[in-house]
């Protein structure tokens, strides 16, 4: 088998297995690990990561963050119910911490199992960005992005696998494990996970709105993303997500998309 052929075998693999649809997009989306299988261990991980961390409860801080995520679930529930998808969130079982910690993150597990760091709030700056954040971390859930990024990572090392024992010239081989590695990275893992965050930036700022939050905050948001980075960030064709300008631009361009979607609910009034 030639350097061709194992990327030929590689797209037919993904393309098989293109079986789960996105509720959002419409697309098929790859599914190797079914739902009834991944929130279970996503659910015993999160338990897990709550006995090693300093859980913030009782505070204010601690209150908006539930407050917060349960608007963007009924909002998430509302817009899937109007658009055909009764009972998908059905097996979700959200939850809501706040975590003591200075990291500037956030993060939402399959099936709905949200960590907001405290280091994350300076920027968050009020409950809208905050809403921001957590719609954008919902919808990475909700479109099964972890799902897609564990299948995708299946593919490629087995792939790798079959290429090694496929091909039997050590020269080809050789060449095989050299381009394979970088392109397969740089051609088609990187590119996918920017994708997904492009997509779930469209789908949270969708849900804020929804939830009753102000969709320019979004941007906004990014803006002291960009700022707390410092200016500094890595070639867009070498990481996992777009850069901050790109963000701040496709944001701003979807929050009236936003406000229009939300009006379809009764929403035509904002919080900040």
């Known amino acids: ?22 509720p959002f997009t419409g ?18 991980q999160y338990d897990q990561f709550l006995t090693e961390n300093k859980v913030v409860t009782g505070t204010k801080d601690a209150e908006m963050i539930t407050r ?14 109007a658009n055909g998808y009764e009972g998908y969130l059905e097996d979700y079982k959200w939850e809501y911490n706040l975590v003591d910690d200075k990291t500037v993150n956030a993060w939402c597990m399959p099936g709905g199992k949200i960590v907001f760091y405290t280091g994350i709030l300076p920027i968050a700056k009020n409950e809208a960005g905050v809403a921001a954040i957590m ?49 397969s990275q740089v051609g088609a893992m990187l590119p996918f996970s920017r994708a997904h965050e492009t997509e779930a930036d469209k789908i949270g700022i969708y849900l804020m ?4 939050y102000n969709p320019d905050e979004a941007s906004l ?18 990481s996992t997500h777009p ?30």
């Open 221 to 238: 948001l990014w803006e002291r993303m960009k700022a707390n980075s410092g200016g500094s960030s890595t070639p867009e064709i070498l």
């Open 209 to 212: 709105a929804i939830a009753g």
């Open 68 to 81: 917060v995520g349960q608007r963007i679930a009924v909002a998430a529930e509302r817009w899937l119910n």
């Open 135 to 183: 719609g954008h971390e919902v919808a990475h859930a909700l479109a099964n992005h972890g799902q897609q990024r564990m299948s995708a990572a299946y593919i490629q090392a087995g792939v790798a696998l079959a290429g090694n024992v496929a091909i039997k010239d050590e020269q080809d081989r050789n060449a095989f494990n050299q381009y394979y590695g970088v392109g």
């Open 1 to 22: 088998m030639k350097l061709k052929n194992a990327f030929i075998l590689m797209a037919f693999v993904a393309l098989c297995f293109a079986c789960a649809t996105n």
């Open 27 to 44: 697309k098929k989306t790859m599914a190797l690990v079914p739902n009834s299988q991944l929130f279970p261990t996503a659910f015993a």
């Open 243 to 272: 850069s901050n300008d790109s963000r701040i631009a496709n944001l701003k361009a979807l929050a009236p998309k936003a406000k229009e979607e939300a009006a379809k609910f009764g929403v035509t009034t904002f919080r900040e």
